[in-house]
């Protein structure tokens, strides 16, 4: 089945500076790859998409990028504020379209003042 | 509603008891799944249901788990004789459709605590 691994799992940057938190996946298959940011107390919250016919998509201060030919995939936060500090999960589909999604651990940025 | 609702937000219950969380999801969502997240850790899947079709339950981590859909609309996550491994957050989320790769909404979860 698919298996999803993140990086880092800690991230502490300076406000102003980006972020990179990378992902990889097993399933060749899959081919949708959601971001998530969780916040304290509160559930995920879908912040950026991308699906396999693409290599990249941006979204204001965050963009998106994927490899399907090494199977990771990297979301990057530019100009960083201190509201960008959650959790941030990745993830893929299992079995192509057919199936649920499998989350990567998370990684907790911190982005200080 | 405008997002997924869950209830109750937070719910202590005694070890051994059982308990049942719901889920009400977004208006014209047929695809509604639960995850489960421990303290500090990422989400685990549990059980998705699609439409009318027989649920996929390869997530539950044991019988003592089970969940209903009723109507294809509200959904119920029962925990028999709770154990206090069971403690995490339930995170219950729909989607438009399992298909075609739609994103999910998350409900804001049940906070479960067995003492």
């Known amino acids: 089945g698919e298996n999803v691994e993140q990086h880092p799992s800690t991230l502490s940057v300076q406000e102003g500076d980006s972020a990179v938190i990378k992902c990889t996946y097993s399933d060749s298959a899959s081919n949708y790859f959601p971001w998530y940011k969780q916040e304290l107390g509160k559930g995920p919250q879908l912040i950026i998409d991308?699906?396999?016919?693409?290599g990249e998509k941006k979204d204001q201060r965050i963009a998106v990028t994927l490899n399907k030919t090494a199977k990771h995939f990297s979301l990057h936060i530019t100009e960083t504020q201190p509201e960008d500090s959650a959790v941030y999960f990745c993830?893929?589909?299992?079995?192509?379209?057919?199936?649920?999604?499998?989350f990567g651990k998370g990684t907790k940025l911190s982005v200080k003042p | 509603g405008a997002g997924v609702s869950q209830s109750p937000s937070n719910k202590v219950t005694e070890k051994g008891k059982d308990v049942e969380l719901r889920c009400d999801p977004i208006?014209?969502?047929?695809?509604l799944y639960w995850y489960r997240q421990s303290l500090g850790q990422g989400l685990e899947f549990l059980i998705y249901?699609?439409?009318?079709?027989?649920?996929?339950k390869s997530g539950l981590p044991s019988d003592r788990f089970s969940a209903e859909r009723t109507g294809g609309s509200v959904s119920t996550l029962t925990i028999q004789r709770t154990q206090q491994e069971d403690s995490a957050v339930y995170l219950c989320a729909s989607s438009l459709a399992m298909t075609r790769n739609y994103g999910y909404t998350f409900g804001s979860g049940t906070r479960l605590t067995v003492v």
């Open positions: 993830a893929a589909t299992t079995r192509g379209s057919q199936g649920n999604l499998i």
């Open positions: 991308i699906r396999s016919n693409v």
């Open positions: 208006s014209g969502h047929t695809a």
């Open positions: 249901f699609q439409g009318n079709s027989a649920p996929d």
